[in-house]
């Protein structure tokens, strides 16, 4: 594949930022199906795909999200066209027969152990959750993730059992979904932008061996 024009590089990293402002310009759905559709396709381990995606856009939504978040986190996530809930399913490997078809013993050696269950849904959970940034960029968007929210609360609000009223899928209502983060989505403020925070330099944070 040929490298990427340099300014691809600005849009997905360099000139990228996390926004805690937002235009009233709105997202619509089908942007958020080609956002998915752009992101399935980062690599996971054993092409398990433990992340699901709650795409929370009406104000109904938003506001049931509203209690579950750190104080600095409130106004900005509801001037928001979209937030993402990053969450992981932890039976992700029910679904390893149609992802990993080559391997049809992958599914019980994740079922019989629930370390690697936990370590394969966080990480990767967190990994798919930055293709998902890195593909909101590529398509115009800008992104505001975020930590700072009561995990058990979301978990409680939006994937506790019997609890999918108004749902398009029926993946999450069985208690065996979790939060990982989450992050807005929409059309950034400049106007609202904090200043730019240094990064480490290579000495610090690279080796070569
Ligand atoms: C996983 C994650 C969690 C974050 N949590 C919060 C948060 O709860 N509240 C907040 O205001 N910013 C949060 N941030 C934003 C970071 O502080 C921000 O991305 C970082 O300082 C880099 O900013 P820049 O992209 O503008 O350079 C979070 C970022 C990430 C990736």
């Given at each position: 594949m040929d490298r990427v024009k340099d300014?691809?590089?600005?849009v997905l990293f360099r000139k990228a930022r996390t926004y805690n402002g937002w235009l009233p310009k709105p997202v619509p759905d089908g942007l958020l199906r080609e956002l998915y559709e752009a992101a399935k396709w980062g690599p996971t381990s054993a092409n398990?795909?433990?992340a699901r995606f709650v795409f929370l856009r009406s104000p109904a939504a938003k506001e049931r999200l509203r209690p579950c978040l750190a104080a600095?986190?409130?106004e900005k996530t509801m001037a928001a066209p979209v937030t993402v809930i990053i969450a992981y399913d932890l039976?992700?490997?029910d679904k390893l027969p149609k992802l990993s078809p080559h391997?049809?013993?992958?599914?019980?050696?994740?079922a019989q152990n629930p370390q690697l269950i936990?370590?394969?849904?966080?990480?990767?959970?967190?990994?798919?959750?930055a293709y998902l940034i890195l593909a909101a960029r590529a398509l115009g968007l800008d992104c505001g993730p975020m930590s700072g929210f009561d995990n058990a609360k979301v978990d409680d609000e939006f994937f506790a059992a019997g609890k999918c009223e108004a749902c398009d899928q029926e993946f999450f209502p069985a208690g065996h979904v979790k939060s990982n983060f989450l992050c807005n989505l929409g059309y950034g403020d400049p106007a609202k932008l904090l200043p730019r925070s240094p990064r480490l330099e290579w000495s610090e944070a690279c080796n070569l061996m």
């Amino acid at each position: 594949m040929d490298r990427v024009k340099d300014d691809v590089l600005d849009v997905l990293f360099r000139k990228a930022r996390t926004y805690n402002g937002w235009l009233p310009k709105p997202v619509p759905d089908g942007l958020l199906r080609e956002l998915y559709e752009a992101a399935k396709w980062g690599p996971t381990s054993a092409n398990t795909c433990p992340a699901r995606f709650v795409f929370l856009r009406s104000p109904a939504a938003k506001e049931r999200l509203r209690p579950c978040l750190a104080a600095g986190n409130v106004e900005k996530t509801m001037a928001a066209p979209v937030t993402v809930i990053i969450a992981y399913d932890l039976k992700f490997y029910d679904k390893l027969p149609k992802l990993s078809p080559h391997n049809p013993a992958m599914r019980d050696a994740f079922a019989q152990n629930p370390q690697l269950i936990e370590e394969t849904a966080k990480r990767n959970s967190s990994l798919q959750g930055a293709y998902l940034i890195l593909a909101a960029r590529a398509l115009g968007l800008d992104c505001g993730p975020m930590s700072g929210f009561d995990n058990a609360k979301v978990d409680d609000e939006f994937f506790a059992a019997g609890k999918c009223e108004a749902c398009d899928q029926e993946f999450f209502p069985a208690g065996h979904v979790k939060s990982n983060f989450l992050c807005n989505l929409g059309y950034g403020d400049p106007a609202k932008l904090l200043p730019r925070s240094p990064r480490l330099e290579w000495s610090e944070a690279c080796n070569l061996m």
